[in-house]
Every structure is written in structure tokens, then in C-alpha cells.
């Protein structure tokens, strides 16, 4: 019997959809599902999760916040770095905030406007926020006291500077800047479009090397970091050693031991994992009361 031939490609086209079924959809998965539970494999298969005594508490390869109720840092604890990933380390919304650094102007809030913080204002408002929670100093070149990007929007007739205004500061807001070029620094009005004006960010005269170090005020890729700079996790010590009555070298030791070095000795850098390091503080020492 002779089948007509679009019904044999017909065929021949179900052939191959039910043995990539069962190659692909089921053999495949089975085959990395056993993989996976081979010794070695298993707690990496299992999400690198991490317990105490039976109740999981975070995982090796997953960051978490340690905040309040209200978002406010828990002294006691190790603050991972900031998370763009949905609220905050969600883990069903992984990514970045994907601002670039050109995003240097907020977004006022203004009737029918949304206020939105640019990249540039978000790491100085961060690194102002840590400076005052760690005792250092949270300037930054290019923000301003207030902890906004500084930013001027210029404007000009020719050679000559006619109108400056600071984008990132709101009426009635006094501006970082008096005078540019001899002219006076306006505040921005809230709904005010600006972008006839130069963009020009302003150093100003925060040390060239930060007290707060870039992971303490940036986002990682994927918002889901576990881990920070030794660097950060050292000018943490004092406020977690003083949070839980112990001295800063106790906690520093704790930071070393956590520490993990570099792949091979040369890929990457050196890291240290929040969730490991706040665990060893919970089994060693006590918050105070």
C-alpha cells in the first residue's frame, strides 16, 4: 500500500518529534537528574544550600539581604552589596538595573511623573548611606554632600555660560555649587526639561580612592551576588564587633576564614561569602541585648 507522500512527511515529521521526546524530554533530564546525585555533585545539584542545625537558613550561591522590617541594615550582621534583582535578591527576578554610566540626571518627581534615580545618584546616595552606618567617609568624586549625583546642566551662548542648573537637586533644595563660570547655580524645577543644557558632571573634592569600596555601592549582574570584597567585609568589623560585644580582630579572624582566593590563583578576585560569614558569627558570638 502506497501512502500519498504528504502524508508520509506527515509521518516522518512525528517520527522524529516522538524520538527527540523521549531522547531530549525524558532520557536527557533522567540521565543529568542521576548526574547530579553522584558524592560531590549532590548539594551543588541541591541549590548549595546552607543550615542551621536542620532549618535551611540561605544558600552558598544565592545572596540574601539582612535587613528589618523596614529595610533598615541589622547592625549584627554583614550587609551583602546592593541587588537590583526585583525588591531586592529575588531570586525570580534576576538581573541588573541596566543603567549605564551616562545615566548621570535623575527624574524629578513632578504631577503625572515618576521620580527615578539615576545610576549616578544611586551609587552616591549608597555610599553616603554606608559612610554614615560605618563611622568612614562616604564621599565620592562627582556627588554632592546630599548624597546626588553632581551634575549641572549648562547652558551657553556662544563662549559665554548664560544658565546653569543642578538636575539633580529639587526646589528649594540649595544647590552643591553657588556659582559656574561665574554664574549662579540654579535648583531644578520638578518636571523641567533640561536636556537643552550640557550635561557636566562635577568632581568636586571627595579623595580620589573612596572609603566605601564599589561592590558596597554597585549591583552585581545578576542581583543575586553572594559574596563581597574583603575590602567591604572589613570596614563592616568594627559595627558588627561592636553590635555583638566582641572585639574587631575576633570578627576579622572570622572575616579571613571565609575568605576564598582567587580561581586557579588568577581568575577573578578574592571574595568573601555573606551568608557562610554571618552563619559562623550566629554559632560564635551573640548580638547584644
Known amino acids: 500500500m502506497h501512502l500519498p507522500i504528504w502524508l508520509r512527511r506527515h509521518l516522518a515529521a512525528l517520527r522524529v518529534l516522538l524520538v527527540c521526546t523521549v531522547l531530549f524530554g525524558l532520557a536527557y533530564p533522567l540521565a543529568v537528574l542521576a548526574i547530579a546525585q553522584l558524592p560531590g555533585l549532590h548539594d551543588e545539584a541541591e541549590g548549595s544550600m546552607v543550615r542551621s542545625s536542620t532549618d535551611v537558613v540561605g544558600s552558598r550561591i ?18 551583602s552589596r546592593p541587588s537590583a534583582a526585583g525588591e531586592g535578591y529575588d531570586p525570580t527576578a534576576s538581573g541588573a538595573s541596566n543603567l549605564g554610566p551616562e545615566n548621570i540626571a535623575d527624574t524629578l518627581a513632578a504631577p503625572g511623573q515618576q521620580a527615578k534615580q539615576s545610576l549616578l545618584t544611586l551609587v552616591c546616595s549608597r555610599s553616603k548611606e554606608i559612610g554614615e ?7 565620592r568624586p562627582y556627588c554632592t554632600p546630599s548624597g546626588v549625583g553632581a551634575v549641572l546642566a549648562v547652558y551657553s551662548a556662544g563662549p559665554a555660560v548664560t544658565r546653569v542648573v543642578s538636575v539633580n537637586e529639587a526646589c528649594p ?11 549662579r547655580v540654579e535648583c531644578a524645577q520638578p518636571g523641567e526639561d533640561y536636556s537643552a543644557g550640557r550635561l557636566t558632571p562635577t568632581r568636586g573634592g571627595a579623595p580620589a580612592t573612596p572609603a566605601v569600596p564599589a561592590d558596597g555601592v554597585t549591583a552585581s549582574g545578576s542581583g543575586l551576588d553572594p559574596d563581597i570584597s ?36 588568577f581568575l577573578g578576585e578574592p571574595a568573601v561569602n555573606v551568608v557562610g560569614l554571618n552563619l559562623a558569627l550566629d554559632h560564635e558570638t551573640a548580638p547584644r541585648r
Not at 133 to 139: I, L, Y
Not at 175 to 182: C, D, H, I, Q, V
Open 173 to 183: 533644595t540649595a544647590p552643591f555649587l553657588a556659582t559656574y563660570r561665574g554664574v
Open 62 to 79: 544565592i545572596g540574601q539581604s539582612f535587613t528589618d522590617g523596614q529595610g533598615r541594615a541589622l547592625p549584627q550582621y554583614f550587609q
Open 230 to 265: 574583603p575590602a567591604y567585609a572589613l570596614l563592616q568589623a568594627p559595627r558588627v564587633a561592636a553590635a555583638r560585644g566582641v572585639s574587631p580582630q575576633q570578627v576579622r579572624t572570622l572575616v579571613a576564614q571565609h575568605t576564598t582566593g582567587r580561581a586557579l590563583g
Open 133 to 139: 552606618r560605618e563611622g568612614v567617609d562616604g564621599s
